[in-house]
């Protein structure tokens, strides 16, 4: 069971928005650690898509966004296309685990 | 560019021990720490540990603990993880990743190295 709860999938039409949320607790994201997030398209390796909550980096369009507010953390995207079809992770610190990075359990975004 | 690449597929016995290595190049190796995540087949990703090569230093995720060892070779730019007493729950693809900090993200990745214990 993960410290970071995901929704286990979303979906959305081509062009619509989406948003995908993570919620964790006062010994992580409430703790005022940073989030970020990271895409994984199937059969490759996670990469980096928002650091430090709401940061792209180079070459990440700006469809991705990301936000945090208390215990929680969300990445929008805007103008869903069809290679946007993968499965999104955040992932901060937490202070109980004794130096522990913690990943969200995955949600998969489905474009209809 | 920035490029970390992991050793190939290994198979082992149950009880065994494995060591991943993942190469560093295209940037100063001491200047971030490498991390090792695993994700079995259809699960998450699941943080094992980290490593300052600058320090030697590491950390490892309490599940882990007194089985998984991260190493480095600063000659050749080159970590490893090694992780004991082999389960079949420990089949896997092991990723390396840098990162910055201990609060900086994990900027890049290596290709992933599948592990394989058969029961």
């Known amino acids: 069971q993960s410290l970071l709860t995901q929704p286990p999938s979303v979906s959305g039409a081509p062009g619509r928005r989406v948003t995908i949320s993570c919620t964790g607790s006062s010994s992580n994201i409430g703790a005022g650690y940073d989030v970020h997030w990271y895409q994984q398209l199937p059969g490759t390796a996670p990469t980096l898509l928002i650091y430090n909550n709401n940061n792209r980096p180079s070459g990440v369009p700006d469809r991705f966004s990301g936000s945090k507010s208390g215990s929680s953390a969300s990445l929008a995207i805007t103008g869903l296309q069809a290679e946007d079809e993968a499965v999104y992770y955040c992932q901060t610190y937490d202070d109980r685990l004794s130096g522990s990075r913690v990943f969200g359990g995955g949600t998969k975004v489905t474009v209809l | 560019q920035v490029q970390l690449v992991q050793s190939g597929a290994e198979v082992k016995k149950p009880g065994a021990s494995v060591k991943v290595s993942c190469r560093a190049s295209g940037y100063t190796f001491t200047t971030y720490n490498i991390n090792w995540v695993r994700q079995a087949a259809g699960q998450g990703l699941e943080w094992m540990g980290w490593?300052?090569?600058?320090?030697?230093?590491?950390g490892y995720a309490q599940r882990f603990q007194g089985r998984v060892t991260i190493t480095r070779d600063s000659s050749t730019s080159t970590a490893y993880m090694e992780l004991n007493n082999l389960r079949p729950d420990d089949t896997a693809v092991y990723y390396c990743?840098?990162?910055?900090?201990?609060?900086?993200?994990?900027?890049?990745w290596g290709q992933g190295t599948l592990v394989t214990v058969p029961s």
């Open positions: 490593m300052n090569p600058k320090s030697g230093n590491t």
């Open positions: 990743a840098r990162g910055k900090s201990w609060l900086q993200p994990f900027d890049r």
